[in-house]
């Protein structure tokens, strides 16, 4: 999934608006709302929204607006109002599962705001239905917005103990979320999303993604990676231990509803607002998957490696996520050698899809070769465990 960065304001020139306007209120037709009309300062796009950020014209509270875009590929079926309506109510219900508090509601569009300086919309609907939306209509998914120097690819550049810590405070959040939070499927569901057959089409998908680098990228090194990578991976397919395994996560419940997008990018740590001294440390994380229900009924290993291999790749050295990884599996009980081999799979599943996100659609290709050589380096140690040891 290709993920927004919901702080970033490089994207667009400011517009020089002053911030001692007077909002516009105008009486909304054929409905009883009101309209407010919201100056915007920057905005982002991405194929299949856009972000814009602006401030509560009454109280100057910075918020931010998504509003989705007519587009469809192979992740996304956006084409339909009535589709982007079904994504932008499961997007505000699957967030308040993970940040409540940042989530505030949906509000109806009045205006084409890509292309103007403001954007108007209709009352909030904070406990929004499908049934209780206007039909042929888009709405406006509203959030608070977060500073820009708490977003963990920022704090991850901070000295070496400050960044042990804040993982540590991550870690034992996702380890907390996972155990008590994270909603479990009923067992025919998680037998489907988390079975063998599932995952080896999710496999394959995955590969036809990568490969998509290679029309970016003209380099026979990174195709040399790239084809060791399917075949290795294909290889891991036709061991049965592994085909076990995957059975055993699905058995004992590891396969869950989870947040399915769980990087830096999309994750704030802040001073807890109700500890008067800001001692203490608060997670947030933004942007759970809501389009495709491939991405987010997951192994909860799954859900943890796309954060491990997302530090891995920008930090040095290895010992952060190392450390990550043998507090995750004692905090939520999972510390033995099958799990930590599932593990090893899902970093290097994770690290070729954030590789091809990387250099396909955020243009960071210095990141994504780094992410393609950690996918190598896992996979040969996952090939050793699998392959080369004793059953």
């Known amino acids: 999934m290709y993920v927004v960065d919901l702080s970033s304001e490089s994207a667009f020139t400011h517009h020089n608006i002053s911030e001692g306007s007077t909002p516009e209120v105008v009486p909304s037709h054929p409905t009883l709302s009101h309209i407010t009309r919201y100056t915007i300062t920057s905005r982002q796009a991405s194929e299949s929204s856009w972000i814009f950020f602006t401030s509560d014209p009454v109280t100057f509270k910075p918020l931010v607006m998504?509003?989705?875009?007519?587009?469809?590929?192979?992740?996304?079926?956006?084409?339909d109002v009535a589709e982007r309506q079904?994504?932008?109510?499961?997007?505000?219900?699957?967030?308040?599962?993970?940040t409540p508090e940042v989530y505030i509601g949906l509000a109806r569009l009045h205006n084409q705001p890509s292309s103007e300086d403001h954007i108007l919309i209709g009352d909030t609907i904070h406990h929004p239905t499908l049934a209780g939306l206007e039909q042929g209509t888009d709405y406006a998914l509203i959030m608070e917005r977060?500073?820009?120097?708490?977003?963990?690819?920022?704090?991850?550049?901070?000295d070496e103990h400050a960044v042990q810590?804040?993982?540590?405070?991550?870690?034992?959040?996702?380890?907390?979320?996972?155990t008590y939070r994270t909603?479990?499927?009923?067992?025919?569901?998680?037998?489907?999303?988390?079975?063998?057959?599932?995952?080896?089409?999710?496999?394959e998908e995955n590969l036809a993604f990568l490969a998509l680098v290679l029309v970016k990228v003209n380099s026979s090194s990174v195709k040399a990676t790239i084809d060791r990578l399917t075949a290795g991976l294909r290889e891991i397919f036709t061991e049965e231990r592994f085909a076990y395994h995957l059975e055993h996560r699905v058995q004992a419940g590891y396969i869950k509803h989870c947040h399915g997008d769980i990087k830096s990018l999309n994750i704030w740590i802040m001073p807890d607002d109700t500890d008067d001294r800001q001692q203490n440390l608060s997670v947030k994380l933004l942007d759970a998957i809501d389009f495709n229900p491939l991405f987010r009924n997951i192994d909860i290993l799954s859900d943890f490696a796309m954060l491990v291999i997302d530090v891995w790749a920008r930090t040095w050295p290895a010992m952060f996520a190392c450390?990550?990884?043998?507090?995750y599996l004692q905090l939520t009980q999972q510390d033995d050698t099958p799990a930590r081999n599932i593990f090893e799979f899902y970093l290097v599943e994770k690290a070729i899809v954030a590789a091809a996100i990387n250099i396909l659609f955020d243009n960071q290709l210095g990141l994504g070769l780094r992410l393609l050589q950690l996918a190598q380096e896992h996979l040969e140690h996952l090939l050793h465990c699998w392959l080369y040891q004793p059953a």
């Open 165 to 178: 810590d804040f993982l540590y405070t991550l870690t034992s959040h996702i380890a907390s979320l996972h």
């Open 66 to 79: 998504k509003v989705l875009r007519p587009y469809s590929d192979i992740r996304y079926n956006l084409s």
């Open 146 to 158: 977060l500073p820009d120097d708490r977003r963990l690819d920022q704090l991850l550049k901070g």
């Open 86 to 98: 079904r994504c932008q109510i499961e997007a505000f219900q699957q967030n308040r599962i993970f």
């Open 183 to 203: 909603l479990s499927l009923p067992k025919e569901e998680s037998t489907y999303w988390g079975g063998y057959s599932k995952l080896q089409c999710k496999l």
């Open 323 to 327: 450390r990550m990884i043998n507090d």
